[in-house]
């Protein structure tokens, strides 16, 4: 095992990490290079010197503390609304409900000029003559182009049967 | 838990005398100020209790409660100012809190004690400024003494991840940490 290799492996080997044989040519290593002696015990020091940054103690009362902080504690539903009304009440943000105020009611009036139902009999009284009997009679304007060609059809019976 | 889940109130006191210490520790390592720590600390075990009814035991109730602390923490860290530690800070807001750190500061020599306090300033900042998941993993590892299994419920990710993780960050804290290696034995 070269030093190169060796010093990638570092981390694991002092995790316990590295299979039997990889630990072999590890320690075989470090018995004869000073260099990675001294880079194995530098990784290990500083995890050691994390000891160094000891614990705190609670606070005495930390459990007096507690049952208090939870009798007092509010539900999210509270909190949630307490939340809504600091947001509401805040100065600062009028401008941004002013113009959420002014989208929303064009948007509404926008959105109702759009899908707007008409009443039939409002509809009907604007529509000119023509196309009003149009409506009344709009199985024959579907087959208007039959009409119009009636009477050559009837004249088309008589040609046909000119021959018989 | 199961006990509380009963309606045995002293179970709860009994769970919290346990795991109280540990969580604080947790949060204190994790954002770096006391008061948050405690006030964190609290909170975890305010959901616990609410949670009372809808727990169900299918993780370690350590993993459990130790990922709360853990999202709490976050939530805290991204939401707050950090401010950088210092040598020329204490280590803490409070007078108090340094004694608090030292072991027995009359059995050890005032130059120890000094020296001690300065090394801990320089771990706390090169534990801090790990990446957010390899100081995790760290401080689960190390200071909580978890097992990767754990640490990786924790975590939400594989045991493998939380192993790369923690190599990672032995290697950025020797890099960071190297200049007091040369320092001599107490």
């Known amino acids: 095992m070269k030093c190169k290799e060796l010093k990638k492996l570092i981390p694991e080997f002092l995790g316990g990490d590295l299979n039997s044989s990889q630990a072999n040519d590890f320690r075989k290593h470090m018995k004869s290079c000073r260099a990675c002696q001294l880079e194995v015990r530098a990784y290990e020091s500083s995890w050691e010197m994390l000891d160094s940054w000891q614990d705190i103690e609670p606070h005495p009362d930390y459990v007096f503390r507690f049952w208090n902080r939870l009798v007092s504690h509010k539900p999210w539903h509270e909190e949630l609304l307490a939340g809504l009304r600091q947001a509401l009440t805040n100065r600062q943000l009028v401008p941004v409900y002013a113009a959420v105020c002014t989208l929303l009611i064009v948007g509404a009036f926008t959105l109702k000029t759009t899908v707007e139902v008409r009443n039939p009999d409002e509809v009907l009284a604007v529509l000119p003559s023509d196309e009003l009997d149009m409506v009344a009679n709009l199985d024959l304007a579907q087959n208007y182009d039959i009409i119009s060609d009636l009477d050559f059809l009837e004249d088309m019976e008589i040609i046909e049967n000119l021959d018989a | ?186």
């Not at chain 2, 109280?20 to 100020?33: C, E, H, K, P, T």
């Open chain 2, 1 to 186: 838990m199961l006990e509380f889940q009963k309606g045995n109130v002293p179970a709860f006191e009994t769970l919290m005398r346990k795991y109280y210490a540990r969580i604080l520790n947790f949060s204190y390592r994790f954002v770096g100020d006391r008061d948050t720590a405690e006030d964190l600390a609290q909170e975890v075990f305010i959901k616990v209790h609410r949670s009372g009814s809808s727990y169900r035991p299918q993780a370690k109730f350590q993993t459990w409660i130790y990922t709360i602390a853990k999202n709490l923490s976050l939530n805290a860290v991204r939401s707050m100012k950090r401010q950088a530690v210092s040598l020329d800070q204490d280590v803490d807001g409070e007078d108090g809190a340094m004694q608090r750190q030292l072991a027995d500061p009359k059995a050890e020599h005032p130059a120890q004690v000094l020296q001690r306090q300065e090394t801990a300033v320089i771990v706390q900042e090169a534990v801090n400024s790990l990446p957010e998941n390899q100081k995790l993993a760290v401080i689960l590892r190390r200071y909580e003494r978890l097992s990767y299994e754990a640490i990786a419920e924790t975590m939400g990710c594989s045991p493998e991840a939380v192993k790369s993780l923690l190599n990672r960050a032995k290697e950025n804290l020797k890099v960071k940490l190297s200049h007091l290696l040369h320092m001599p034995d107490k």
